[in-house]
């Protein structure tokens, strides 16, 4: 089984919270844990958190990949495609002073499929905003010049009971892309919405742990987006 391990780098629980908590304290040790294993994860991240947090921008450039998740987590599809293209050409500038940008999924998975030559001229080669669990059937399918990996569950899956989320990695399709963020891995505070803390701190990073387990007693293989693209090139080339 190809697995992707995928993190949306946001301020904490957008747009319900603006603090950076998850960056600070949580990301840091998701990216220990995964470095620990050996495994290879891909961090989307705002342009504003690569800004507000260099290091871990270097950082996943430098051991893992390092992709884009919008400017400053805006709504894609509240704006025009040339706005949309000037967030994102910003977005892009702040994160390639890192490294090399590939992969990209939108804030709120909400991004017109009008816009996509947007970002194929900007050098994107994978998108992963299109999900299971908004209706997204199609499995991986190329979008115009642009490789569309779809996620394959929402984020609180993996904060929920370990035999319960088993029940969702038995049946999964490859590959299986799963989505977390800094701030889960940070305890946040009951007066935001039950998904934005439940389950959060320190039981989150148990259970990535013991995600990453089952996956590797399994034989699975951990790709980053950008090595996926890689493997399904080859593949179609036979
Ligand atoms: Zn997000």
């Known amino acids: 089984m190809m697995v992707t391990l995928s993190f949306d780098v946001e301020q904490d629980c957008p747009p319900f919270a603006s603090t950076f908590k998850g960056l600070r304290e949580g990301l840091p040790e998701v990216m220990d844990l995964l470095e620990e294993y050996g495994?290879?994860?891909?961090?989307?991240?705002t342009g504003r958190a690569a800004e507000a947090f260099p290091e871990l921008a270097r950082r996943a450039a430098k051991k893992h990949e390092l992709g884009c998740h919008g400017l400053e987590h805006e709504?894609?599809?509240?704006?025009?495609?040339?706005?949309?293209?000037?967030?994102?050409?910003k977005a892009l500038s702040i994160l390639r002073r890192f490294g090399r940008v590939v992969s990209f999924r939108a804030p709120?998975?909400?991004f017109p499929d009008g816009y996509y030559p947007v970002l194929e001229n900007l050098g994107i080669l994978v998108d992963s905003t299109k999900a299971r669990h908004k209706g997204w059937r199609g499995g991986v399918t190329p979008i115009g010049g642009l490789l569309e990996v779809p996620a394959s569950m929402t984020s609180i899956v993996t904060r929920l009971p370990w035999r319960i989320q088993l029940r969702v990695h038995e049946k999964l399709e490859e590959p299986a892309v799963y989505i977390f963020h800094p701030w889960e891995f940070v305890r946040m505070p009951r007066s935001l919405r039950p998904d934005c803390w439940f389950g959060t701190g320190k039981p989150a990073l148990s259970k990535l742990r013991h995600l990453i387990e089952y996956h590797v007693e399994k034989d699975a293989t951990f790709l980053t987006l950008a090595e996926y693209l890689d493997v399904y090139q080859k593949l179609k080339r036979g």
């Open 39 to 45: 495994i290879r994860g891909t961090f989307l991240f």
């Open 75 to 89: 709504r894609f599809d509240r704006l025009t495609a040339s706005e949309a293209g000037g967030r994102l050409r």
């Open 108 to 110: 709120n998975f909400q």
